[in-house]
């Protein structure tokens, strides 16, 4: 499972901080590099944010993950992202993006890309992202 940090934060991390993790999970439940393209594997992420800013947070979480092909090629999935509303009283969430289909045969760089906007609908500061070692997608 990689892991990676919140990137934007304008409060001292006792206030606020965050983790995030990302995996590629095979059908059968199991984390790999490996897919198969017609297969149903996903992209397994969760994240948490702490801190006693939690509680005052209003808006969306905003996930997407960045497919960088080795040799040139980038896309993103799903489109539009997977919007999640904060959850008072919780700083825990999780997701499984579901990949079937989404990447042609070659080897990638997996990038989960979680972002944020605000209760006004403008771009938030929250957020991170973490790099998932390369995947093979096989035919």
Request: aromatic fraction near 6%; charge should be negative; hydrophobic fraction near 40%.
């Amino acid at each position: 499972m990689a892991t990676g940090e919140f990137q934007v934060m304008k409060v001292p991390a006792e206030q606020l901080a965050g983790i995030l993790h990302g995996q590629v999970i095979d059908p059968g439940a199991q984390p790999t590099n490996v897919v198969h393209c017609g297969e149903g594997w996903t992209v397994d992420v969760s994240w948490e944010v702490t801190g006693e800013l939690v509680d005052w947070l209003v808006g969306r979480w905003q996930l997407e993950i960045i497919a960088d092909r080795i040799g040139g090629g980038e896309s993103r999935h799903p489109a539009p992202p997977v919007e999640m509303t904060f959850t008072p009283g919780s700083g825990r969430y999780t997701a499984s993006i579901p990949m079937r289909g989404q990447l042609s045969p070659g080897t990638y760089d997996l990038v989960v890309n979680l972002t944020t906007t605000t209760a006004a609908g403008t771009a938030g500061a929250l957020g991170g992202f973490v790099v998932i070692s390369k995947i093979t997608v096989k035919e």
